[in-house]
Structures are given as C-alpha cells and as structure tokens.
C-alpha cells in the first residue's frame, strides 16, 4: 500500500488563493496525494517482470490513480482561472 500525505500547510495567510478558493486548496491536496501514488505504482511496475502475475493489479491502480488525478486537474484549472479572473488588475 502507497502511504498518503497529510492535509497540506497553508503558510502564507495573506494570499488570495487560500482564503478565497478551499476548493483550489482540496484539489491540489488530492493532486499531490495522487502524484506519489503514482510514482509508487511506477517504481513497483519498474521492478515486475512482464510476467508477474502481480503487475496487471498495480496497472489497474495506475489506471485508477490517472484517472483520479484527471478528476482533480481539470476542475483546479479552472477554478485557478476563477480566482485569477478575480484579482484586481494591477
């Protein structure tokens, strides 16, 4: 089982990202949790042979896994676009 990262630490209180967009926030936390998934699953994959009868379930959850991290880049963009949208011009 890959080891998931805690919630993440927002420092800086002064951004405008952290208070105006949790959800921002929520999706890069998934993001980064999906990315060392993947990297584990990648690295076990890289040590199977083409014949272990355990690759085709770490290649099922890689699948999932990329599936997953689709789920959550797509809406970040665009609620990325949101806020910045917001920002006052300079």
């Not at 405008?16 to 699953?41: C, K, M, Y």
């Amino acid at each position: 089982m890959i080891k998931k990262r805690g919630q993440s630490v927002v420092v800086e209180t002064d951004s405008f990202l952290t208070p105006s967009s949790t959800l921002l926030d929520n999706h890069f936390d998934e993001i980064l949790e999906t990315i060392e998934e993947i990297r584990g699953l990648i690295a076990l994959l890289k040590s199977r042979s083409s014949g272990d009868k355990t690759r085709e379930e770490y290649e099922g959850r890689l699948y999932v896994a990329l599936t997953h991290l689709d789920h959550h880049v797509k809406p970040a963009i665009t609620e990325w676009d949101r806020v910045v949208d917001r920002m006052p011009d300079a």
